[in-house]
């Protein structure tokens, strides 16, 4: 498992949902190292000329700014960012989003009476009916949840404030 001292890198410069990396992957270090960011729209100037004809040169006016900026996520934030989904690259040990904090899980096979009423995501549960095959959960919805041994239930669960 993942130390609960892990942080994580969410890209807040892409397109939401955002993207989330481990510290040392190698498609984010420009904004682990705060790299200098220039966007050019004004090309250069001529910003001062000394006697012995050289010039100082810099950029023009228009010309935007600013430093990468890495995000960073503990572990414990998680559940409070939003949506986001894992690189491709660095595949962080995380659940894709959404947190699983919205959610809490019960194993198919632990559903009793207790549960019946309850609410899933999918729906309110009607009828538990466990068997060698696995767990069929009917939902009020007439909607019917086929589990195996192991699959679970996700009931919605309040999120920290
Ligand atoms: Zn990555």
């Not at 012995?52 to 900026?69: A, I, N």
């Not at 503990?74 to 947190?99: F, M, S, W």
Request: glycine share 10%; charged share 30%; aromatic share 4%.
């Amino acid at each position: 498992m993942v130390p609960e001292t892990a942080r994580f890198i969410l890209n807040r410069n892409s397109e939401p949902p955002h993207v989330l990396h481990r510290e040392d992957c190698p498609t984010i270090q420009h904004q682990v190292r705060g790299d200098a960011r220039i966007e050019q729209a004004g090309g250069v100037e001529v910003l001062e000329t000394y006697e012995d004809g050289l010039e100082l040169v810099g950029p023009g006016d228009g010309t935007h700014r600013s430093h990468y900026q890495a995000s960073y996520v503990g572990i414990d934030e998680l559940a409070t960012v939003g949506r986001y989904r894992r690189c491709k690259a660095c595949a962080p040990d995380v659940p894709e989003g959404p947190p699983p904090a919205q959610v809490s899980l019960k194993k198919a096979e632990t559903l009793s009476a207790s549960d019946l009423g309850r609410v899933t995501v999918d729906g309110e549960i009607e009828r538990i009916k466990h068997a060698k095959a696995g767990t069929v959960v009917t939902l009020t919805t007439g909607k019917r949840l086929q589990l195996q041994e192991g699959e679970t239930v996700a009931f919605p669960r309040k999120l920290r404030e």
